[in-house]
């Protein structure tokens, strides 16, 4: 008839956005193998004050066909969403946030003198997550973190 059901695989594709408000106290050891050059290693606490997820669907599979070879489109129905092929569901802001997030740190920089006592110079870091951010399911981010530093000698 012409309202038959038939089950087809379709492919989507799943996004999620995370966003944290944190503040972070990392404590470190560094050590400078050349005059300019350095390296370290660290760990340390972030705490979270707030923290948001949204989430999306997107069909990739636009397209079936059935057993008899006719073809037929895959969409969300209309006034369920703007784009036919992308599901954007309501952000939220989820409970299971963890409060203190401990991290470890390595890193490598170099600075330059740029006025006597003065020092100037990026930073890039790879910060390992130690514990969950977001606890069930659990999540863990890790990150690199590009910085400039500027050190004022005092001695």
Not at 16 to 28: E, M, W, Y
Not at 65 to 90: L, S
């Amino acid at each position: 008839g012409a309202n038959q059901f038939i089950a087809r695989d379709v492919t989507y594709s799943n996004v999620g956005d995370a966003s944290f408000i944190q503040f972070s106290v990392l404590p470190s050891i560094k050590y400078y193998p050349f005059r300019s050059f350095y390296v370290g290693v660290g760990a340390g606490v972030s705490l979270t004050f707030s923290a948001s997820t949204s989430y999306s669907k997107q069909i990739v599979t636009k397209v079936v066909t059935d057993n008899a070879g006719k073809a037929t489109e895959v969409f969300y129905p209309q006034g369920e969403t703007d784009d036919p092929y992308i599901k954007e569901f309501p952000s939220e802001d989820p409970d299971n946030v963890a409060g203190a997030v401990f991290d470890g740190m390595i890193y490598a920089g170099y600075e330059l003198t740029i006025y006597k006592r003065l020092k100037v110079g990026p930073r890039l870091a790879y910060m390992l997550p130690l514990t969950p951010t977001i606890t069930d399911p659990e999540l863990k981010l890790s990150s690199i973190v590009a910085t400039l530093g500027v050190r004022y000698l005092l001695q």
